[in-house]
């Protein structure tokens, strides 16, 4: 006789229930009939009693089933059988698959945006509008007629576009790779869920940095690695970190944000660069360098990538137009040896057979052209402007209340605030002054952290965002 | 003591290697010592003694430890300890994740085509260059001068192209919608990964057409689904098969193309439609229908989709430009109840971030614009054109060697072989004539039957393609 399965994640009442129902339909328990009663079917199945009750409940739902005090539970007569229409459950097919749902706080961020297009957004980890190459790229899109056919593209990327790729990480990032080696992405998003999901397999360990932007992806998760965490100090991590983790917990791979970390702003320190790479050839460890804000750097002198001095070919290299142009464009690349390259390549055609040709062409035709050293140029300044805007305000309206290094590239500042505070609560009331920015705990610190942004908000609007923070901190802390 | 794991994936040979390198590298077996014998390794791992010969032989092959006859197996001296060098593992990386490689013989045209660019294609499934609206597009995105801020966009599409969408999807397909169930996806195949990487779980069954595109899917294998097959007679599949394959394998969804299906270009009878959704509301089953060939219908009257006429949300509607329009664009949609458009959306941020708003943009222009019937109108032509073209090619150069429906719609043609052959045979003799198609076996069909695809061959080379083809088909009779 059937039982409910103990070990199942589904619950035993729904396992229970779709049983009923599949007898029911089976013409078991015709329409009208009555069924076992709770009690008998509780002793049948080896359950609670209380677990048939919400079984039956269920099945009341939908109308399979009906109950009257007195005279037991039947199979309803008029609903099933007669045509009845069944709307299936999507409710259990949404929780059913393998991806956990993003942070409560990042949703709660999304929609505080949504609903409010007003709020000052220290949030969000991309460029304000007049920071992106609009004009640049408007012009580029007349400039060159758009002619070629748009069948499917290689999988691997358009090749115009791996060829610019090619020649920019020489020239811009001391990499020397060829086009066979380079896959175009959506983002360092798809580089990233490439490797969890076509690499590594459930169970596996990796070390990821902490804080990290790491922890805001539940791709982790749902890819159902194991993290553990390599402390950043103002160096960076250290690499006999590195070497705990993978005698300890057999790491598998290592992900790393060396220059001007998401979300610390930290530069891995060139020594510690070297023994990093030594510890990874020792292990045959390899690393993902994830290298999203390097040109940013504000004295124009981005520090050099892992992948410049990986002799050996242990790291994934993964860049982006993101945090440099433009995230829409969804345009990011991975550097890879050949066979890894192509592998997720073919992976990816299963996910979405490639990229749109055309934000490809645009990006080549970008990197390609007179606009983009000056774009770089004029972008430096401008955050760097925005930084000092907000080392400013946070200087004036804080005080001693916050801690922070200043950081020399990028798009955030991070910062610990001296007052004990809550999390959510502190979010909450600074959504309610109309400024948003992420809590550190996203990133998988303690409470007391706050990412701020200050490339997104506009630059009249920094000093005003941060004194409502400030207010808002107050009232936390108050409260 | 360490044991392997029998229960683990990893071959024994493999976890004895991994155990033995890591003792190594913790110095438990300095640089030059003695490796405990083969024989005595066994007993006290209880494996046999080819097993720990494997291990060693792996080992061997890094340089981490030497043999020599007669005086055992040492640590490595010179390459262990002394700075080593290692290059993490890259082959043994790229089979742990859980994505199948695509089809031997898709690989294989894949490769032909790429490198005999002459080959006559009747295998890729997609229009020819002079099919698409290439003109119309370079007009759109020169006459819209491209201005707004390229941020990240809306994981669940660009607005104004749901909009568009909505509006299309009225018109032209009979279903009512609004834009908060609408998931713009990059293509279809991003729709179905969505579907069975969110909505299913590993281990359960699902029911698809047979024959049917999805077996050329690794897709499905990849997400480890039960997959069971929904025979395809001319008039479609049977509803009452949907029905036993739900009494005999709980079968929790069921995938179809009931329009032009791929391969044969059947089209669902009217009664048999109204069975299927009977069918699944009676047993709350979800319906994945795929529908990107209706505008292609030859007469101008693209078949209703079974969605128009879904009262209750069993549908999840997958539309798609790849093969109307453009298949470079990437644009495909869903049409789901809201929250599992959310749900979706909110998982494929995790994967890639969303679209790019380039894309969006001129598909939704296109929508809009005078060009698009226009365009439809001329494809139809064109495409009934090239059909009979195929035909009259085929009948002339195969005769009795060859049996197929005339379809009404739809890219492909699909027949059958008189003869008894072996498609990988006849694949090899096709390419070495300068021809390709598709092996129905891709499609899950036994060998004898074949894909062609007219849509993607230029006009010119449909007759001469199927001579080759037949020279083929006669060479592989004859061996």
């Not at 999507?90 to 990042?106: A, I, Q, T, V």
């Not at 499917?152 to 066979?180: C, M």
């Amino acid at each position: 006789m059937w039982k409910p399965d103990r070990h199942s994640q589904q619950p035993l009442y729904e396992q229970i229930a779709d049983h009923l129902e599949q007898r029911i339909s089976y013409g078991e328990f015709p329409p009208g009939s009555l069924l076992p009663s709770e009690r008998k079917l509780a002793e049948q199945l080896g359950v609670n009693r209380s677990t048939v009750i919400m079984a039956f409940a269920e099945l009341r739902s939908t109308g399979i089933i009906e109950s009257r005090t007195g005279s037991g539970t039947r199979v309803s007569a008029t609903k099933w059988g007669v045509a009845p229409k069944h709307t299936p459950n999507w409710k259990r097919y949404s929780e059913g698959g393998g991806f956990l749902p993003n942070l409560p706080f990042m949703r709660k961020i999304r929609e505080a945006l949504a609903h409010n297009p007003e709020l000052i957004d220290f949030a969000s980890g991309e460029l304000a509008g007049d920071l992106a190459p609009n004009d640049e790229i408007a012009a580029l899109m007349s400039e060159h007629r758009y002619t070629s056919y748009l069948g499917y593209d290689n999988p691997q990327g358009y090749i115009p576009l791996r060829q610019a790729l090619v020649s920019y990480l020489e020239a811009h990032r001391n990499i020397r790779t060829t086009e066979a080696s380079v896959l175009v992405t959506s983002g360092s998003q798809q580089s990233l869920y490439l490797i969890t999901q076509c690499l590594l397999s459930p169970g596996d360990a990796v070390a990821i940095e902490d804080p990290s932007y790491c922890y805001s992806l539940p791709m982790f998760q749902s890819a159902g690695l194991r993290l553990f965490r390599l402390p950043v100090d103002r160096y960076g991590i250290d690499p006999d970190d590195v070497r705990a983790l993978y005698k300890k917990h057999r790491i598998k791979m290592v992900f790393t944000n060396p220059n001007f970390q998401n979300p610390t702003g930290t530069v891995l320190a060139a020594e510690r660069r070297k023994r990093l790479l030594d510890v990874a050839s020792e292990l045959a460890l390899p690393i993902v360098e994830d290298d999203p804000f390097s040109l940013t750097s504000y004295d124009g002198a981005p520090p050099s990538p892992l992948k410049a001095m990986d002799e050996i070919g242990s790291v994934l290299y993964i860049g982006s137009f993101s945090k440099i142009a433009a995230s829409g464009l969804r345009i990011g690349w991975m550097v890879a040896p050949r066979a890894i390259a192509e592998r997720l390549a073919d992976a990816r055609q299963q996910m979405d057979f490639g990229l749109s040709v055309i934000p490809q062409q645009v990006a080549a035709q970008f990197l390609n052209s007179a606009y983009f050293e000056p774009h770089l140029e004029r972008l430096r300044m401008q955050l760097l402007f925005k930084r000092d805007l907000l080392v400013e305000s946070l200087h004036r309206e804080l005080g001693d209340l916050i801690r922070f290094e200043i950081p020399q590239g990028g798009l955030h500042l991070w910062c610990k605030l001296t007052p004990d505070i809550h999390d959510g609560k502190l979010l909450e009331e600074a959504v309610r002054r109309g400024v948003v920015f992420v809590p550190g705990s996203v990133y998988g610190s303690d409470s007391g952290f706050v990412r701020f942004t200050f490339a997104r908000a506009r630059t009249e609007d920094i000093p005003s965002g941060i004194a409502r923070f400030a207010e808002a901190l107050r009232a936390t802390t108050d409260g």
